[in-house]
C-alpha cells in the first residue's frame, strides 16, 4: 500500500465557508482518515497550500492546523509543480480572475459557486478549461445532505408515482447587525460586491431540482430588498443594495411545477432551515437537512374544511420518518473524495464548470425576470 500526495491550492480559504467546510471539515478530515483510498488499495493525501491576502490570517490559520504551507503570492503556488488542483472560495467577484490564472498554469479547477458574476464569465471558464484539457469540477453540496438523499432515494424506487409538484422553503432571520451580530458578511448585501440571495441560492436550487426532478425550463421571479439598512463588521452603517429575499416559481422539462421561497428576512417555524416537499400521485415527503419524511396515500388522513369546528386532525402526527439506514458523512467531504478521485484515477464527476454555469444562468435569468416582472425562458447550454 502506497501514500501518494497531491498538492492543493486553496484560496479564500480564511472565509467562513473555506474555513469551515472546505478546510476542517473536508480537507484536514480526509488528511486525518489517511487520506482518500483508491481502485488499486493505495491512498491519496491531500497537501494543502493555504493562499489568501491577510498574512496575519493564513499564518494564524496554518498553525492551529498544522499546515506547513500558506503564501499570499498566488502566482508562486501556481508555479509549484507539485501542486496539481486549484480550489476557490473567494468571493465570488474574485473568483472568475483566479480560476483563468489557474487554467493557464494547466491546473485541475474545483471552486465554489456561483463560478463567475455573469453566465458570459461562467461560460468563459467552462470553455477555457475544456479547451485547456484541465479537469474541472463545482461544489454542489446540498445534493449530498442526509435529507437530500434520502429524497433521492425514494425518487430513484418510485415511491411518489407521478410527482406533481415540489415546495421548497429556505432561510431564516439574518441579525440586521444594530443590536445582534449579522451572521453574514456585508457584501452579501451589496449588489455591487456580487451580493444578493438570488446569485448565492439560485445555483443550489438549479442543480437541486435538475437532477432529482428534471431540467428548469422556464421562471417567474420576485426579487426584493425587505431589510434596507444594515451594520457591517465595523459597525458602520450602510444602505443594503442587493435582493435578500426571492419568491419563485420554476417550470421543469416533465410539467413538475416548484415553488421557491429563499429568504434571509423571515423567521423559521418549520423543521429546518431548508424543507423540500414532494408531491405525487401515490406519496409525498418532506425533507430537511438531515431528515425525510413520508405520508403515502393509504395514510392519508381526510381534513374538511369548516372553520366554524375546531380542527381534530394532528397534522404533523401523520408522517412517518425515513430511515438514515446508512453512515452519512458531512456533504462537502464526500464531493471533495470524489473529485480527488476524479483528479487522480478519472472517476466520473458530472458537475463540471459548465454545470456551474447552469446555475449562474438561473441566477441572471431570476434577477431578469423580477426586473422584467415576467416569465422566462431556460435555453440549453452549451461551450
Same mark, same amino acid.
Given at each position: 500500500m502506497t501514500t501518494n500526495k497531491i498538492g492543493i491550492i486553496m484560496n479564500g480559504v480564511t472565509g467562513r465557508m473555506g474555513t469551515r467546510q472546505h478546510l476542517i471539515r473536508s480537507i484536514m478530515a480526509i488528511r486525518e482518515q489517511g487520506g482518500v483510498q483508491l481502485a488499486n488499495g493505495d491512498y491519496l493525501m491531500p497537501d494543502p497550500i493555504l493562499v489568501g491576502r491577510n498574512e496575519n490570517k493564513l499564518k494564524a490559520l496554518a498553525g492551529e492546523h498544522s499546515i506547513e504551507r500558506w503564501t499570499t503570492d498566488l502566482e508562486e503556488a501556481l508555479a509549484d509543480k507539485n501542486n496539481i488542483i486549484y480550489f476557490d472560495s473567494q468571493t465570488t467577484s474574485r473568483r472568475e480572475e483566479a480560476i483563468k490564472q489557474a487554467i493557464e498554469a494547466n491546473k485541475h479547477i474545483y471552486c465554489e459557486k456561483p463560478t463567475s458574476t455573469s453566465l458570459e464569465g461562467s461560460l468563459r471558464l467552462a470553455k477555457l478549461a475544456k479547451d485547456a484539457g484541465?479537469?474541472?469540477?463545482?461544489?454542489?453540496?446540498?445534493?449530498?445532505?442526509?435529507?437530500?438523499?434520502?429524497?433521492?432515494?425514494?425518487?430513484?424506487?418510485?415511491?411518489? %408515482?407521478? $410527482?406533481? &409538484? +415540489?415546495?421548497?422553503?429556505?432561510?431564516?432571520? !439574518?441579525?440586521?447587525? /444594530?443590536?445582534?451580530?449579522? #451572521?453574514?458578511?456585508?457584501?452579501?448585501?451589496?449588489?455591487?460586491?456580487?451580493?444578493?440571495?438570488?446569485?448565492?441560492?439560485?445555483?443550489?436550487?438549479?442543480?437541486?431540482?435538475?437532477?432529482?426532478?428534471?431540467?428548469?425550463?422556464?421562471?417567474?421571479?420576485?426579487?426584493?430588498?425587505?431589510?434596507?439598512?444594515?451594520?457591517?463588521?465595523?459597525?458602520?452603517?450602510?444602505?443594503?443594495?442587493?435582493?435578500?429575499?426571492?419568491?419563485?416559481?420554476?417550470?421543469?422539462?416533465? %410539467?413538475? $411545477?416548484? &415553488? +421557491?421561497?429563499?429568504?434571509?428576512?423571515?423567521? !423559521?417555524?418549520?423543521? /429546518?432551515?431548508?424543507?423540500? #416537499?414532494?408531491?405525487?400521485?401515490?406519496?409525498?415527503?418532506?425533507?430537511?437537512?438531515?431528515?425525510?419524511?413520508?405520508?403515502?396515500?393509504?395514510?392519508?388522513?381526510?381534513?374538511?374544511?369548516?372553520?366554524?369546528?375546531?380542527?381534530?386532525?394532528?397534522?404533523?402526527?401523520?408522517?412517518?420518518?425515513?430511515?438514515?439506514?446508512?453512515?452519512?458523512e458531512n456533504a462537502f467531504k464526500i464531493q471533495w473524495e470524489m473529485f480527488l478521485k476524479h483528479v487522480y484515477q478519472d472517476d466520473a464527476f458530472p458537475w463540471d464548470l459548465l454545470e456551474g454555469a447552469k446555475g449562474t444562468q438561473l441566477a441572471d435569468l431570476g434577477l431578469q425576470s423580477s426586473q422584467e416582472r415576467r416569465w422566462l425562458e431556460v435555453p440549453s447550454l452549451e461551450v
Open positions: 484541465v479537469k474541472n469540477g463545482v461544489v454542489q453540496d446540498k445534493l449530498f445532505l442526509p435529507g437530500v438523499m434520502k429524497l433521492k432515494r425514494l425518487i430513484d424506487a418510485g415511491f411518489f %408515482g407521478d $410527482i406533481l &409538484s +415540489v415546495r421548497m422553503e429556505f432561510g431564516y432571520w !439574518v441579525f440586521e447587525g /444594530d443590536w445582534q451580530e449579522c #451572521q453574514r458578511p456585508s457584501w452579501n448585501y451589496k449588489k455591487e460586491e456580487g451580493g444578493g440571495i438570488i446569485v448565492d441560492m439560485f445555483p443550489h436550487w438549479r442543480y437541486v431540482l435538475d437532477h432529482l426532478f428534471g431540467s428548469v425550463q422556464a421562471l417567474s421571479t420576485v426579487a426584493t430588498t425587505h431589510i434596507t439598512k444594515r451594520v457591517d463588521e465595523e459597525g458602520n452603517t450602510y444602505e443594503a443594495t442587493a435582493d435578500d429575499a426571492a419568491y419563485a416559481t420554476f417550470e421543469l422539462e416533465n %410539467g413538475v $411545477i416548484a &415553488s +421557491v421561497n429563499s429568504s434571509w428576512a423571515v423567521r !423559521v417555524d418549520r423543521d /429546518d432551515l431548508l424543507t423540500i #416537499q414532494i408531491d405525487g400521485t401515490e406519496a409525498s415527503a418532506v425533507a430537511g437537512l438531515r431528515d425525510c419524511k413520508t405520508q403515502h396515500r393509504v395514510n392519508t388522513p381526510k381534513p374538511v374544511w369548516n372553520p366554524d369546528l375546531k380542527n381534530t386532525i394532528d397534522f404533523q402526527d401523520q408522517w412517518e420518518k425515513v430511515p438514515d439506514n446508512q453512515v452519512f
